[in-house]
């Protein structure tokens, strides 16, 4: 069952391309145009939303952190993320004209459900991402867009965490098309472009050796820092938690504009730093200034690890170690750029001898709040 590899989650990011290829599956007709009819709210409820509030735990939160920047970009609607379980607690604002998203593998996590049933207590609408069928949160939930990964076994998440980013993207398309945010051919470029990251998360795959050699070279370290901006930032924070849960090692992620105000007296010789880097096309400000972030920190006798894209030699002089993964538009990246990260949590915990598909202390779907 676990299909020649040692273990699920080995499985399971292999299985990646497949389950973001499938999560598009049927929901792009003929002319390139979305076809969502499946989430039950009409266009006319679509329309009348005037504000997003994503809600999730672990890593489907770090999925909605991706998404808030994707849609708020794409459908001008303001998105906040927040932890399920905060949520309810702090008295949030809610109305008939708020959607509220809640990102759930197992959809059985109960933080998340409490605050699904707070939203629609308020009379908020309730959109569910989920990966398991006829679970409780998509049943109490007004809408649905089911994740097609497939039963993920192994309790830290990888190939659902790819595809709860995709169905964020189709929602938040999906909004633009149906309010007319966009243009047509803007989206159906965008829809083009994800269409192609099955292709070239298989190649991060292919190319995924010297991420296993690296792993294991650092398999004495006391701690990892992760640093990111924008979309990158989430995927720092997802790659920090992998490596917490797997490899029971300290690790952490900055915004890495944040650093100079106060995470950079953390530095020090030889801390791993693994820094992912955004396209330089688009968002090229920000790709000079993580690269200043990358100078800063290795002079400061930091061991510099960078996933950046292929062709971007910028960032070569100041890297210790160099991941490419291929080139992808700065808010589809993450679907790229987390594979690396998963992949050297996985390998670092097998060195250090730990079952990286039971973690200790951890459970696969926490049904407490
Ligand atoms: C945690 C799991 O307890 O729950 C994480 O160990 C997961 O891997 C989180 O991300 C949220 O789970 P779910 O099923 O709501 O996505």
Redesign the pocket.
Known sequence: EKGGYDYFMLKEIAEQPRAVADTLLGRIDANGRLTLDEIRLSDDELREIDKIIIV???????AGLVAKYAIEHWTRIPCEVEL?SEFRYRDPILDRDTLVIA???????M??LMAVRHAREQRSRVLAI???NGST?PRESDAVLYTHAGPEVG???TK??LT?LVACYLVGLYLAQVRGTMFGDEIRAIIAQLADMPDKVEKVLDTIEPVRELARSLADAKAVLFLGRHVGYPVALEGA?KLK?LAYMHAEAFAAGELKHGPIALIEQDLPVVVVVPPRRGRSVLHDKILSNIQEIRARGAKTIVITEEGDETVAPYADTLIYVPAAPTLLQPLVATVPLQVFACELALARGHDVDR?RN?????TVE
């Open positions: 999730a735990c672990g890593t489907a939160y770090h399920a990102i759930s593998q197992s959809g059985e996590t933080d998340t989920c990966n398991v949160i309790v830290a998440a659902t965490f709860q938690l849960e973690p951890l459970a696969k779907s926490v």
